[in-house]
Structure formats: C-alpha cells, structure tokens
C-alpha cells in the first residue's frame, strides 16, 4: 500500500473544507492549536465507525490537550451529517469531495481489493502542532485502538 510522501517536521498544507453543518473549516483558524488530522475512506462502515466513535470518547482528552479532532473522508455533508447523527459522533468531519486535500496531504491512492483497482483514502493520520507543522504521521492505520495511540503520542510530544 503506497504511504504519503509528508513527514514530521515539514510545514502542513493548508485546507479550507465544510464541516457536516457547511462551515468552513481552515488549519489557519486552528493556529496555536495542536490538529488531529486523520483520514478515512468511508462513513458508516466498520473501520471508520471504530475509529470516529474512539476519538469521539477520547475527544475531552484531546481538548484538555489542547488539540482539536479532523476526520476527512470523500462523503460529502448530508452523509457526514447521517455518520455523526447514527453513531452520536461528537466529532468535526469534512467533506472532501474532490480529494484535493487527500491529494496535497498524499493519502488519495490507487487501491486494489478483490482483482479491482480503483482511486481511494488510504486511512492515515497527521498530528499537527500549534506552528502548522508536522509533528508525527501514522501510515496505514489500523482503526481499533488508534485514537489512543494518536492521544498518548501527542502527551509524549507535549511532555506530559
């Protein structure tokens, strides 16, 4: 499975995207904040169900420090909207319907399952620090357990 070409320490690209509700949402606006950034490829199914409701529990650990939950994914607003309202997600989900965020973060790839080949979000999380920068890349994330591996790694940056 291809891995995104972005490591730790190069500056984040920016992104501008709506939320469920039709906000937008830009890194900009989050400055001086720490951003989990993880992409997903699809609501409502098993994997990005794991993986949104963890970092949903674990979403008053993240604030306290200080660090604000993105999950990005193809679905546009009215599926986000359904997502969050079936699993009670307490979580800001974008709508990156043209994949030009995946593609400038480098997770929209050719994937192969079942003899198909077909463009799609290969699952991978960013932890971004309060400079914009990249503090840490999760690659080919297995959904169970992840958000608290993303929230002790953060306390680890952080010191604490």
């Not at 984040?12 to 997903?40: I, Q, R, T």
């Not at 994997?47 to 200080?66: Q, R, W, Y």
């Not at 463009?119 to 958000?147: Q, S, Y």
């Amino acid at each position: 499975m291809p891995k995104t070409s972005l490591t730790a320490g190069e500056k984040a690209p920016d992104l501008c995207l709506p939320d469920a509700e039709g906000n937008e949402v830009s890194l900009k606006d989050l400055n001086g904040k720490w951003v989990v950034l993880y992409f997903y490829p699809k609501d409502n199914t098993s994997g990005c169900s794991i993986e949104a409701m963890e970092f949903t529990k674990l979403k008053p650990d993240f604030e306290k420090e200080g660090a604000f939950i993105l999950g990005v994914s193809k679905d546009n607003q009215k599926s986000h909207q359904r997502f969050i309202e079936k699993k009670e997600l307490g979580i800001t989900l974008l709508s990156d319907e043209d994949t030009e965020l995946q593609q400038s973060y480098d997770v929209w790839h050719l994937k192969k399952m079942a003899g198909r080949e077909y463009m799609g979000t290969v699952r991978t999380t960013f932890l971004i620090d309060p400079e914009g920068n990249i503090a840490k890349v999760w690659e080919k994330v297995k959904a169970k357990g992840h958000a608290m591996e993303v929230l002790e790694e953060l306390r680890t940056i952080k010191g604490n």
